[in-house]
């Protein structure tokens, strides 16, 4: 499910991506939009809604680095990275903000391959445990697809 969004004067996709809680990749690939800079005030987008969220918003506190957060939110560099459309070893600036995965949510990204039962029996879960956190899953090489294991003794 989707919603309309109007750019407004001042807006940045990373604005936007934090308003929304969506991962700024995330909007260019559903917009077809080539890079960030690409805006415009009256444009529409359209972001992603209904699914409760497998991310939250943290603001990048001084000392922190890719490496840190990635230990902190049990994850790698690399999804952080891909999650915010960073470049391999971005240099992160205090009061910016990161989308991380919310407490208890791990992430895997997509090989070329994969399936929902393949992705499932990978890291032990049940299929439905895939759908709860992902509205739209192409099974693309390298889309980040969240999922909460869900201890069912």
């Known amino acids: 499910m989707f919603e309309n969004y109007q750019v407004v004067e001042g807006d940045t996709l990373e604005s936007i991506a934090n308003r929304f809680h969506v991962p700024m990749a995330e909007i260019l690939r559903i917009n077809g939009l080539e890079n960030i800079y690409e805006l415009k005030p009256g444009e529409i987008l359209r972001l992603?809604?209904?699914?409760?969220?497998?991310?939250?918003?943290?603001?990048?506190?001084?000392?922190?680095?890719?490496?840190?957060l990635a230990q902190k939110y049990h994850t790698t560099p690399e999804l952080l990275e891909e999650l915010n459309g960073l470049e391999p070893n971005a240099y992160?600036?205090?009061g910016e903000n990161l989308l991380v995965p919310k407490e208890g949510i791990e992430l895997y990204l997509t090989e070329y391959g994969d399936s929902i039962q393949k992705i499932a029996t990978l890291k032990?879960?049940?299929?439905?445990?895939?759908?709860?956190?992902?509205d739209k899953?192409?099974?693309?090489?390298?889309?980040?697809i969240a999922y909460r294991r869900i201890n069912r003794e």
């Open 48 to 68: 992603p809604i209904g699914n409760e969220s497998a991310f939250e918003v943290y603001q990048i506190q001084k000392g922190d680095t890719l490496y840190s």
């Open 124 to 134: 032990d879960i049940n299929p439905d445990d895939i759908l709860i956190y992902n």
């Open 92 to 94: 992160l600036y205090a």
């Open 137 to 144: 899953i192409y099974l693309l090489p390298e889309q980040i």
